[in-house]
């Protein structure tokens, strides 16, 4: 982050080119952009879900334990 805040401050600027800009499909960049976010989305929203039950039951344990009563839930 250091080297990043670093470029952020100054004033050089880095040009980025398209390799084979003659051959370079638009749609097909968009769509593996996409399916990209996709995979991403998908895979954060696994990892929830498997923190999600996990906390459920480290809750679960607690309140047992230590007598603690269950927050309203919205």
Do not use: G, P
């Amino acid at each position: 982050m250091d080297l990043i805040n670093s470029y952020r401050k100054s004033d050089t600027i880095i040009k980025a080119n398209i390799l084979n800009l003659a051959s370079f499909d638009r749609v097909e960049a968009a769509n593996m952009v996409m399916f990209y976010k996709a995979m991403l989305v998908a895979s954060r929203t696994l990892q929830m879900k498997d923190y999600i039950t996990a906390n459920t039951k480290l809750l679960r344990v607690l309140r047992e334990k230590y007598n603690l009563e269950k927050e309203h839930e919205n």
